[in-house]
């Protein structure tokens, strides 16, 4: 099924028009949709990365605490290991 497509209205600056014109080949509303639809994947793919950045800091800090907690019971571990030796 083809997208349901919506008439808009915009202003856009004489420079940026007259290079549209030299790149849209005859199609500039297609041109400005792919132009758009780029911009807004390109904000989506910063903004989950600004949220994995964000849960890797919380990971990190959660991993230290965890790795502080258990350290005692992996030197036991070892030491019982190389006691049986």
């Given at each position: 099924?083809?997208?349901?497509?919506?008439?808009?209205?915009?202003?856009?600056?004489?420079e940026v028009m007259r290079?549209?014109?030299?790149?849209?080949?005859?199609?500039?509303?297609?041109?400005?949709?792919?132009?758009?639809?780029?911009?807004?994947?390109?904000?989506?793919?910063?903004?989950?990365?600004?949220?994995?950045?964000?849960?890797?800091?919380?990971?990190?800090?959660?991993?230290?605490?965890?790795?502080?907690?258990?350290?005692?019971?992996?030197?036991?571990?070892?030491?019982?290991?190389?006691?049986?030796?």
């Amino acid at each position: 099924m083809p997208a349901t497509r919506q008439r808009v209205t915009i202003t856009l600056p004489a420079e940026v028009m007259r290079r549209l014109a030299e790149r849209a080949n005859g199609n500039r509303s297609a041109f400005i949709a792919e132009a758009v639809e780029a911009r807004l994947k390109q904000l989506e793919r910063e903004e989950l990365e600004a949220d994995l950045r964000e849960g890797y800091i919380a990971m990190r800090e959660e991993t230290a605490r965890m790795v502080t907690e258990w350290e005692p019971a992996g030197f036991e571990v070892w030491r019982r290991l190389d006691s049986d030796d």
